[in-house]
């Protein structure tokens, strides 16, 4: 995926977030589209850009029990908690084995 592709994609998905619980990505369960969900923040492999937190040294647990934190609002977040709510459990682990630390 070339990186205007992967903006494009990411701008999608936060310009979706407001509609996104009951939708499409409710029953999405392929682990490289939920993934072009973050790529426009953590970039494709999860180095994130400027501020943004790199999420690429984290493992597939950490980063499943970060995102579920954030989902139940057990984390200080400004975005991630919103972004969050968006998936449910088998898909946040699906994301979070993608963007695990290998
Ligand atoms: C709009 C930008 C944006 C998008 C899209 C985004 N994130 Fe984040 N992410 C952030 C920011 C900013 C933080 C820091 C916490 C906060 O302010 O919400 C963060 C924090 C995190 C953390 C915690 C990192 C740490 O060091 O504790 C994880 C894990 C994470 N994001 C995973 C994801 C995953 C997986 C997706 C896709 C489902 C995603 N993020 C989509 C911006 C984004």
Redesign the pocket.
């Known amino acids: 995926m070339n990186i205007k592709t992967s903006l494009a994609l990411?701008l999608f998905?936060?310009a979706a977030l407001p509609f996104a619980p009951t939708s499409a990505s409710a029953q999405n369960m392929n682990p490289e589209l939920?993934?072009s969900?973050?790529v426009?923040?953590?970039g494709p492999n999860g180095e994130s850009v400027g501020h943004?937190?790199a999420?690429n040294a984290?493992s597939a647990k950490e980063?499943s029990a970060?995102?579920r934190e954030?989902r139940d609002g057990k984390r200080a977040?400004?975005?991630?908690?919103k972004?969050a709510k968006g998936?449910n459990d088998a898909q946040i682990d699906l994301?979070a084995e993608h963007?695990g630390a290998k």
């Open positions: 990411g998905a936060v939920l993934a969900n973050c426009v923040c953590h943004i937190p999420i984290l980063i970060r995102i954030f977040a400004t975005i991630m908690d972004i998936y994301i963007f």
